[in-house]
């Protein structure tokens, strides 16, 4: 148990669609992050909050709209997606922004 | 910029075979490196670290040294396990505390 929790694990989506992403820790970190896992790519940071403010936004589409309502709870809202966002969407949170605690992940495909 | 280049998997080996995975960073000034695993259908987990140069990172039987002079930090063990069955990633931190990871790699282990 890595104390990152998402849901859903998997989700289908048309194009058209509005879907949120959720993840929870339970370890009192103050930073948590959201990351794309593509097949032969390397991860992709997309954002990072501390302490409930957004310190980066690593230039993603404005598709995906990020959300951190507390230190324990992270979203990411979707809506009209294409076919390249497929891929397994990473949460992770951390006390020092170094050591990295990772979710199991939500596997995206949008048709 | 800083930057990871992992070998391209998958690597395929026998139970008890030796395990190299050959791992390189470019990185401006002095960075803490690091290797994550990933079981299938889970997150990723810290596997060890190294923080300065000549350090030794080790865990389950893993290790991966720090070599400033060829920035490398190669992951190796003695004799896989078909457990060990999982994509590795190699990952920097450098000063902003931000982790880079490279593209993983895929270990697959016969018994």
Redesign the interface.
Known sequence: E?G?T?TPRHLVMGMTNKKSLKCEQHLGHNAMYWYKQSA????E?MF?YNFKEQT?NNSVPSRFSPECPNSSHLFLHLHTLQPEDSALY?C?SSQ?????F????TQLSVL | GNS?TQMEGPVTLSEEAFLTINCTYTATGYP?LFWYVQYP??????LL?ATKADDKGSNKGFEATYRKETTSFHLEKGSVQVSDSAVY?CAL?GAT????????TLLAVQP
């Open positions: 890595t990152v998402q032969k790519k390397p991860l940071l990072v980066e990473l992770a020092e922004g170094i050591h990295l990772f979710g199991s992940g | 990871v803490s259908g889970e997150g990723l987990q810290l670290k990633f931190s505390n931000k982790l880079i990871f490279g593209t993983g």
